[in-house]
């Protein structure tokens, strides 16, 4: 065996780091040269918009590493501002620039780590390379944004893009006192959730002062004075920043330049042990494409958590150890002002795209014990194969404890659980916390009941429009009726339910629901055993409400 190998790394910072880190800790010969662009190695860019929010409030805490940091704890030699031009896979030489020297030179490498992330998109819109509109990548981004907002402590944001970076920025510069319109092209902020969950995050937006377009379709920026005029068709929008946030698109261009195989979503093609084409280039972070277990496709999943394993991956393969990556589930929590959403494992429009069977239930549990100050709800929604009960997904929007109930649905998912295994799980319980029946636990009753047939469902599609042989039932209170319900239904209380069942016909399907969907179960119960024949709303009228802004949106 030849003597130390040299690894190239090239990207310093989520996956790159990792790899860099992980590959030192196994093997203490290689020389191992991380060459990153930017002025950072190592930075938290997950935490850019919490330090324009003020909420991390010195700069430095962004900064995890520095090359001095990262030589002496795991001997690195770590060089930024340095950028990789080419990869020349037959003399297995990388050119690099230096670019404060301006002098380009060769280095040799026995393997690499391509870990060159995910650059913003900017859409062909004109105005979008004006002064004034920034994307949101780097300490370089966040400190020209941060100078446009000490030079006008009370501006107008229009911020291009309803994701995650866009939701975090609304909450930063609200929090700074700005004015935030943000503009999204779809019909939903949120995209990969599901409309009716992401209704919950526009809701939450509107209530801080968020101005919401939904649809937007802008068509140009221009410069007014100091400031910036968006134009959508005829509305003009007086602005002082732009901040386009609609998404990022994997670096690929040192990987097609050397010949690497791209995969059909553009990413960069990798094994299971993250090797590319070329089994001497491993690949790793926002640039390759990764297989969602779930569905069984391929996606681009641009996300802190996956960037971090895979880079640990590739360097346990570099070290011998054939660690494998099992795929990107998509599991991921934004806070949005008083509200935390978090997804994991597929959605169903994802499901119904990929056509895998599911079934769906809603529920509103309280977040710890009824009894006990400070009681709020979670929304939950939960997809499962209606066949076998395995959980496919879960999008969770509330305030406290969203966070652990979907890591343990994204533990559920990746171990293979049923919903019938929610119902067993023994979770951690004191009324500050939870409940004695968890909404965990809560979530696999009600979707075992479907499963098993206790308890037949419908959704917000058939309640908008049922047949001429349904009726809708609302069995909560009268006053809970009067002050809105679904259009056509009748009113009769579940607790008077058992004595004015007759005023119900039998020749009809009945359609029962409430406020969350337990007591149109109890509903559906008492019928059932009656001989009616009855299903029930899941997720009752708070699931209702937020469907109805969703199809409005
Ligand atoms: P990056 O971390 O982007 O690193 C790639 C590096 O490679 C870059 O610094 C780039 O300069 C360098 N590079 C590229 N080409 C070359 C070259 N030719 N030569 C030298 N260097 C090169 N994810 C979450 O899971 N949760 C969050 O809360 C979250 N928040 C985020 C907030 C913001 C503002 C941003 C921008 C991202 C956020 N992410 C979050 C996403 C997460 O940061 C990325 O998924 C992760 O950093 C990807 O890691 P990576 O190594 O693939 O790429």
């Known amino acids: 065996m030849k003597g130390p190998r040299t690894i190239v790394i090239i990207g310093g910072v989520a996956g790159g780091a990792s790899a860099a880190a992980r590959l030192r800790r196994l093997d203490e010969q290689a020389t191992i040269i991380l060459y990153e662009r930017g002025e950072h190695v190592s930075f938290a860019n997950c935490g850019l918009p919490y330090h324009i929010g003020g909420e991390i409030e010195g700069r430095d805490d962004l900064l995890v590493q520095t090359p001095a940091s990262l030589k002496k704890r795991f001997n690195l030699d770590v060089l930024t501002r340095h950028e990789v031009l080419a990869i020349d896979r037959s003399r297995k030489v990388v050119q690099v620039m230096d670019l404060n020297a301006g002098r380009r030179f060769e280095q040799a490498y026995d393997a690499i780590v391509l870990s060159p992330g995910a650059a913003p998109l900017r859409p062909p819109i004109p105005g979008l390379e004006l002064p004034g509109v920034y994307t949101l990548r780097n300490l370089a981004d966040m400190d020209a944004i941060e100078a446009r907002l000490a030079a006008k402590p009370q501006g107008r944001a229009l911020l291009l893009g309803g994701g995650f970076i866009g939701l975090e920025m609304a909450e930063a510069l609200r929090h700074r006192g700005w004015g935030v319109l943000l503009a999204e092209k779809g019909a939903q902020v949120m995209g990969p959730a599901d409309p009716e969950m992401a209704a919950l995050v526009a809701r939450e937006l509107r209530a801080n002062g968020v101005e919401l377009m939904l649809k937007a379709d802008l068509a140009q920026v221009s410069a007014a004075g100091d400031g910036l005029v968006a134009s959508f068709g005829a509305r003009k929008e007086a602005l002082d920043l732009v901040l386009v946030a609609i998404g990022v698109k994997p670096e690929v261009s040192l990987a097609r330049a050397a010949g690497l195989a791209l995969g059909e979503r553009g990413g960069i093609q990798v094994d299971e042990h993250m090797r590319s084409s070329d089994p001497a280039i491993y690949a790793v972070g926002d640039a390759v494409e990764v297989l969602d277990p779930v569905t069984g496709r391929m996606g681009l999943v641009p996300l802190a958590g996956p960037a971090n394993r895979q880079g640990r991956i590739a360097a346990d393969n570099l070290a011998g150890?054939?660690?494998?990556?099992?795929?990107?589930?998509?599991?991921?929590?934004?806070?949005?002002?008083?509200?935390?959403?978090?997804?994991?494992?597929?959605?169903?429009?994802?499901?119904?795209?990929?056509?895998?069977?599911?079934?769906?239930?809603?529920?509103?549990?309280?977040?710890?014990?009824?009894?006990?100050?400070?009681?709020?709800?979670?929304?939950?929604?939960?997809?499962?194969?209606?066949?076998?009960?395995?959980?496919?997904?879960?999008?969770?929007?509330?305030?406290?404890?969203?966070?652990?109930?979907?890591?343990?649905?994204?533990?559920?998912?990746?171990?293979?659980?049923?919903?019938?295994?929610?119902?067993?799980?023994?979770?951690?319980?004191?009324?500050?916390?939870?409940?004695?029946?968890?909404?965990?636990?809560?979530?696999?009753?009600?979707?075992?009941?479907?499963?098993?047939?206790?308890?037949?469902?419908?959704?917000?599609?058939?309640?908008?429009?049922?047949?001429?042989?349904?009726?809708?039932?609302?069995?909560?209170?009268?006053?809970?009726?009067?002050?809105?319900?679904?259009?056509?239904?009748?009113?009769?209380?579940?607790?008077?339910?058992?004595?004015?069942?007759?005023?119900?016909?039998?020749?009809?399907?009945?359609?029962?629901?409430?406020?969350v969907g337990l007591r149109g179960y109890l509903g559906t119960r008492i019928l059932a055993q009656s001989g009616y024949k009855v299903r029930n709303l899941s997720g009752g009228w708070l699931t209702w409400e937020a469907w109805k802004e969703s199809q409005a949106a």
């Open 321 to 515: 150890i054939p660690s494998a990556y099992q795929g990107t589930q998509g599991t991921a929590i934004v806070r949005v002002f008083g509200l935390t959403f978090a997804m994991t494992g597929a959605s169903e429009k994802a499901l119904k795209a990929a056509g895998k069977p599911y079934e769906k239930v809603y529920l509103h549990p309280n977040q710890h014990a009824g009894y006990f100050p400070g009681v709020e709800s979670l929304q939950i929604k939960l997809l499962f194969n209606p066949n076998h009960g395995a959980v496919l997904g879960a999008q969770i929007a509330g305030q406290e404890g969203v966070d652990k109930r979907i890591d343990v649905l994204a533990t559920a998912i990746k171990a293979g659980m049923s919903v019938h295994d929610l119902e067993e799980l023994e979770l951690a319980y004191a009324p500050p916390y939870g409940s004695a029946k968890d909404a965990i636990n809560f979530a696999g009753f009600i979707a075992a009941n479907v499963m098993d047939g206790r308890m037949g469902v419908f959704h917000m599609e058939e309640a908008a429009a049922p047949g001429p042989g349904q009726l809708l039932l609302d069995v909560r209170t009268p006053r809970e009726f009067a002050q809105g319900a679904i259009p056509g239904a009748i009113n009769i209380p579940v607790d008077e339910l058992r004595a004015r069942m007759g005023e119900l016909p039998k020749d009809k399907e009945i359609l029962a629901y409430c406020r």
